[in-house]
C-alpha cells in the first residue's frame, strides 16, 4: 500500500452519464494529481493541485472537472465522456518543498474507466 | 517538447540474471530522476530515486546510474525474480521550471518478463 487510496477501481459508465472518481491520501502531502493511462502512451498529467488550489490544467476538456476540498482528498468529476476517454485514471501525491520543488510522486491503484 | 523515452520497449532474461533498463532524457534541466514499477491492475510503485549531483545510488538489488553527459538512466536490477515481472518506467521531474510542484515527465515503459 502507498498510502493513496483509489475509489472505485472499476466503473463502466454511458455517455451520457455523470461518475466521480475519488483519492484519498494518508500521507500527509501537499500536491495532488491526476493522471491519465492508455495503452501504448506514456502517462499523462491532467491536473495539479498544490495546497487544495489548482496549479495546473493540461489542456484537459471540459467534461473531466476535478475539485480537491481538502489537502487530502481530491475529485474527478465525469460527464458526457466519449469512448476514447477509457482509459485507466490514476491518482497521485507529493509533498512540494517551501523553496520549490516536490519530492517523489506516490500513485493509487488506479480506477479502470470504461465508457461505452 | 522535452520528453522521456525508453530504448527497449521488451526485456526478457531468466531468473537469478541482472536486469538493466535504459531510459533517455532531453531535459537537461531535470535535476531529479525516478524509476517506477508498475505490475498489472496497479498503480506505479516508486523503486528508487537519484538527484542530478549524483552518478550513482544503490537500493534492495537495484541500482540507479545517471549520465548527464549523455543524458542516460539506467536501472540494474540484480539476481531478477519472477515477481520483478512489470512495466518500469523512468521519470524525470524539473524543479527549475518555474512551477513550485516541480514537473514530473514519464517515458513509455519497458516490459520485463522474468522466466522462472
Known amino acids: 500500500e502507498t498510502g493513496v487510496t483509489q475509489t472505485p477501481r472499476h466503473l463502466v459508465m454511458g455517455m451520457t452519464n455523470k461518475k466521480s472518481l475519488k483519492c484519498e491520501q494518508h500521507?500527509?502531502?501537499?500536491?495532488m494529481y491526476w493522471y491519465k493511462q492508455s495503452a501504448k502512451k506514456p502517462l499523462e498529467l491532467m491536473f495539479v493541485?498544490?495546497?487544495?488550489?489548482?496549479?495546473e490544467n493540461n489542456s484537459v476538456p471540459s467534461r473531466f472537472s476535478p475539485e480537491c476540498p481538502n489537502s487530502s482528498h481530491l475529485f474527478l468529476h465525469l460527464h458526457t465522456l466519449q469512448p476514447e476517454d477509457s482509459a485507466l485514471y490514476l491518482c497521485?501525491?507529493?509533498?512540494?518543498?517551501?523553496?520549490?520543488?516536490?519530492?517523489?510522486?506516490?500513485f493509487g491503484p488506479g480506477t479502470r474507466l470504461t465508457v461505452l | 517538447g522535452e520528453s522521456v523515452g525508453l530504448h527497449l520497449p521488451t526485456l526478457s532474461v531468466q531468473e537469478g540474471d541482472n536486469s538493466i533498463i535504459n531510459c533517455a532524457y532531453s531535459?537537461?534541466?531535470?535535476?531529479?530522476f525516478i524509476w517506477y514499477k508498475q505490475e498489472s491492475g496497479k498503480g506505479p510503485q516508486f523503486i528508487i530515486d537519484?538527484?542530478?549531483?549524483?552518478d550513482k545510488r544503490q537500493g534492495q538489488r537495484v541500482t540507479v546510474l545517471l549520465n548527464k553527459t549523455v543524458k542516460h538512466l539506467s536501472l540494474q536490477i540484480a539476481a531478477t525474480q519472477p515477481g520483478d515481472s512489470a512495466v518500469y518506467f523512468c521519470?524525470?521531474?524539473?524543479?527549475?521550471?518555474?512551477?513550485?510542484?516541480?514537473?514530473?515527465?514519464f517515458g513509455q515503459g519497458t516490459i520485463l518478463t522474468v522466466h522462472p
Open positions: 537519484i538527484r542530478s549531483n549524483m
Open positions: 497521485a501525491s507529493s509533498q512540494v518543498m517551501l523553496a520549490g520543488g516536490t519530492d517523489t510522486q506516490y
Open positions: 531535459n537537461s534541466a531535470s535535476d531529479y
Open positions: 521519470a524525470e521531474i524539473t524543479n527549475a521550471g518555474g512551477t513550485s510542484y516541480g514537473k514530473l515527465t
Open positions: 493541485y498544490n495546497f487544495k488550489e489548482q496549479t
Open positions: 500521507l500527509g502531502h501537499n500536491a
